[in-house]
Every structure is written in C-alpha cells, then in structure tokens.
C-alpha cells in the first residue's frame, strides 16, 4: 500500500492510531492539532491516547469488530509500537494504508532478523550469536567471550528480557532466559556514550533527519536526553548518515529511531531501531521546528516533511512512577523555575518504573539545559527530602 505516489492524507480525514499509550497520546494531540480525526485501537481501557481521541475501540488486536471499525473508518494507520501482530496489519494494509508497513514491522521487532539485515547493508554492529535452544549458549559465549548480552529476540525494551553474562554466576539467569524462547547473544561494548538519531522518510522518498540525541539510562530506562548530542561533528554527522542509509533500506514511511552506541575507541554501532516516535526525542515539542509527532503525522499522511532545524539547545528528564512515593511531586516548585515544560500522560496510576511523564527545558548550551532539567525533576521532591 505503500508504492507510489498516492494522493496525501489532507487535514480533516481521520487517521488510525494502533496503541494507546503516551506516544499514541502525543501524536493524537499533534494530529488534532492540524485538523485529523483520531481513532485510537487498544486492548488496554486505561489507554491514556483514548482521552484524546474522537473514537476510542478497547478491544484486543485480533477483535474482527475493531477491525472492521478501523478499515472502514480511517484513511491511513500510524504505529505507537511495535510490538503490534503482523498478520493483523497485513489484513488491514490490504483495506487501509499501514504505515510504516507491516514487513519492516515484522523485521524490527526481532532482533535476529533485524541484526542480520543490518548486516546486509552494511551497518556496524555488535559482534553476535543466534542462540536457540540451552545447549548452544555455553559454544557461544566460547566464541565471543565474555562479559556478553544475552537478549530476547521479541518483546524486549527498557532492559526487560535480558541478561547480562560476566562469569558462571550469572549462567542460572540466562539459561532460565533461554527457557523463554530464542535469543540473541552480544559481546559486551566498551561504551563511551550511547545516542540515538530520529529520522522521518516520505513516500516520495524525501528524508529528514534530527539532530543526534545524547541519552543517559538508569536501571536500563532512559533517564535524560540531550540535543544536540556532545560529540565530534564526525561522530554526528556519521550517525545521520546511517540512519538514512537504514531509512532508505527499510523503505520507511513514517518515522523511526536508530538507537547507537559510541565505543570508547570512537566507534559507531547500531543497537536497535524503533520504527516510531523515541523517548529521546521528546524534548523536540519545544526544542526543534518540527516536533517528532507532527513529523510522524506528516509522512504518514504523506505530507511535506517538516524542518528539522535546532530551535536551542534542549534536555529531556523522565519522570517514572517512583517520584509519587510520599505523595504527589511538587509540580509548582518545579514550575517556579524559568523555561520548565511539563508533559504529563494522563496515566491513572503511578507505578514503579513506569512513565508517567516528562520535563523539559531549553538553554544556551546542552550542558546547561541538562543541569537545569536535572534540577527542575529533583525540585518535585526537594520538600520530602528537607522534611
């Protein structure tokens, strides 16, 4: 459904949105914003998308209904996730536009298979090994040494489904891993930094690209980001270059990110690509011309593309679940500071490690708008802490 040059999704037509979490939230609130209807379809009645969408359908991905619903109803299908069933887009890409598309869905959402492809077009990566049953983990770590990754080849983020392998001690916990299904084996990266790149490509193959993203994890969850990234103009303008080259190779309509890591020996490799809006790159709703979510909006509509151009210098502070404890953060103490943005998700219940929302703020230069999105975060329970 993607071939071509089929006439744009113009505002006032009403697209599909498959997921219902905060990126399904955000790019409703952006599709509203020029003018769209919004369907949102989630299994999940706490969707937090659904409070923002024209229709909500809560019904699992396999409800005929549903998608009867949607493929009658919508004029194009964007992605929140993509942990979504192929064969479900399949059927709906034969009524309706997917977008992007179910076979590039079917390659990034396995590890294996997207480890191989970029293999093919020729994108460095970490040394790896197919692990399939227990009995080959033991040959593999042989053959690529430790300390090493094992990760699950499906339904792995924010460092769930993995495992890390220094020495014999940790063999238990991978071997139980392996009993989950096949994985994937990674030598261990001596990692310097780790930064990721958004990119948005149009049907009529027009790519944009953001600025490198310079991300900080805790507890394998992104904590904050920064834009631009600090490293080498080389170092950048080589990560821009690879997420065109896998643009253009996926056939992408939409947006994705290419996630990287930086070896300490100045070394690009690619760890993963999200074929959707990136935690990342949320700080591009005040930071960049064109924030991620209008970016996705257009190609999927197919659109002009937006500009990418830097606004200011920006950082992203994650706000999980863990900052509720004692109470409801002080979200005026943290708003008294000049430049702070606050995104909330309309969540209903706070949980430990889940995202609740997020901070952001501009400034001169990225050092001090990560200081300052650090402090803003850390004012939301300064009273606890000076009780």
Known sequence: MTTGHPAPVLPGATIGVLGGGQLGRMLAIAARRLGYGVWVWSPDASSP????????????????????????????VALEFENLPVATLERLDERVPVRPGPALLALTSHRLREKRFLERIGVRIAPFESVTAEGELDEALRRLGAPAVLKTVEFGYDGKGQVRIDGPADHDAAHALLRTGACVLERHV???LEISVVVARA??????????FENAHAAHVLDVSVVPARV????????????TRVAHALDLVGLACVEL??????????????PRPHNSAHVTLEAVETDQFEQQ???????????????SPGAMANLLGDLWEGGTPDWARALSEPGVHLHLYGKAE??????????SVLDVDPDGAERRVRSARGALTRARREA
């Open 261 to 274: 890591f930086v070896t300490r020996a100045g070394e690009l490799l690619v760890n993963e690509i999200a």
């Open 350 to 359: 706070a949980r430990t490690g889940r995202k609740m929302g997020h901070l």
């Open 297 to 311: 909006l257009r190609a999927v509509c197919g659109l002009p593309l937006g500009g990418v151009g830097l606004r």
């Open 190 to 192: 001596d990692l310097a």
């Open 49 to 76: 998308a659904f409070a923002v969408a024209d229709r909500a359908l809560c019904a699992p991905y396999d409800d005929h209904d549903a998608f009867e619903a949607i493929a009658a109803g919508v004029a194009v």
């Open 232 to 243: 080498s103009p080389g170092i950048a303008a080589e990560a821009v270059a690879i997420a």
């Open 203 to 212: 049907l009529d193959d027009t790519v944009v690209v953001y600025p490198p």
